[in-house]
């Protein structure tokens, strides 16, 4: 025996008269009756803002200041390329063509990564 159940679709996902730019407007508070939803929002927010701490507005020009340009540290990288190791691949003599025309061996040399990766300012850029 086999059984099952069913329900419509209508039934399951009833299909109103608003839009989806008004579903939008309603839930972000943009459209009509939308007042008191843009209120509790900003209410939401003001409640998990917290003060500036002093220690916090001391510490902001310092920490700005690393990545601000300046003369001194032009000079030094900040974004340090990660190693791509270089693969040295040998091509043995060989005939090419539709003459067979005898092609000396040679070395090649290509990076093992594709594009070229850099750290983050403070990322780890020794060999582990």
Not at 56 to 77: F, G, H, L
Not at 94 to 107: E, K, N, Q, R
Request: some cysteine; proline content about 9%; overall charge negative.
């Amino acid at each position: 025996m086999l059984g099952g159940c069913a329900t419509s679709k209508e039934k399951l996902l009833p299909h109103g008269h608003n839009t989806m730019l008004d579903i939008w407007q309603q839930e972000t508070g943009g459209g009509e009756g939308g007042g008191p939803t843009a209120r509790q929002l900003l209410d939401a927010r003001q409640g998990l803002r917290r003060p500036l701490t002093e220690a916090d507005v001391q510490a902001t020009p310092a920490v700005q200041e690393r990545y601000t340009r300046t003369a001194s540290n032009e000079i030094y990288r900040q974004f340090h390329r990660l190693p791509n190791p270089d693969l040295v691949m040998y091509v043995f003599p060989h005939l090419a063509g539709t003459d067979p025309v005898p092609v000396p061996g040679y070395s090649t040399v290509f990076p093992l990564y594709q594009r070229v990766q850099y750290a983050m300012p403070g990322e780890r850029v020794e060999d582990y």
